[in-house]
């Protein structure tokens, strides 16, 4: 080898080195600065005596990963078939609605569960206020994401269901849901539908969302299989 092929070798092999250092660190950088947003979070963890979950306890298996909505610019619509559809800014669904707090568990197919105190308002009053026509007799959600999924519009009426908009007391973050959860209990955790930005009246009572679509159970019944 002559001095300069030895040369050259050692500026290729230093800059490759840079690069993969600076790859590294952006990364690490990045990750610490999700794990900060988590543990800016105060979050409650007893509620009249009982025992929470952590905000941390969740496992992400979101079908895109998690997904950061503007607060400014995010609409809640609420369509299809009602005579009373609506667009609410972030402040809208809060101030213009009750809100109510109730300890409720999610549990994922994959075998793990949570018990939160959640927050938010009742999807019975958003319908209430939609009034949706006789023939509605699926409630869509859409999310983000992409993500759907569905309900007879009976569970909403014969529960009180929530939206949720904190857990825990603390404001959903980002990771959670941010703005909005949908508290489905006594349901699968695929049915607990993350960053919510439309709910719709349907008369597809056929309608599959993006796990229903993939063999999982449309009602979703916790105390049934999930598989078909
Ligand atoms: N928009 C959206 N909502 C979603 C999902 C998703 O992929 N996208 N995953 C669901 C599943 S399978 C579970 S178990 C719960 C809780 O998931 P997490 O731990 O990822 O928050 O969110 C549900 N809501
Ligand atoms: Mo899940």
Known sequence: MTSKTITNTIIIVYFVALT????????SEYNKALGRRFLDVVEVRQYEGQNLSSVNDF???????????????????????????????YDDVISKHESFKKIVTLNCVEGWSVTILWEGIKLKDIINE??????????IFHAADGYTTSFPIEYFVDNDILLAYKMNDAVLPPERGFPFQ???????????????TEIEFSDNQNYQGYWEKRGYSDTGDLNE???K
Do not use: H, T
């Open 225 to 227: 299989p999930f598989l």
């Open 20 to 27: 993969v250092g600076v790859g590294y660190f952006i990364k």
């Open 182 to 196: 949908l508290v489905a209990e006594s349901k699968w955790g695929y049915k607990w539908i993350k960053w919510v």
């Open 130 to 139: 939609a009034r949706p026509s006789p023939d509605a007799k699926v409630v």
């Open 59 to 89: 496992r992400e298996n979101s079908i895109k990963g998690p997904q950061f909505v503007d607060r400014q610019s995010y609409r809640l619509k609420i369509s299809g078939l009602a005579q009373n559809p609506q667009q609410f800014s």
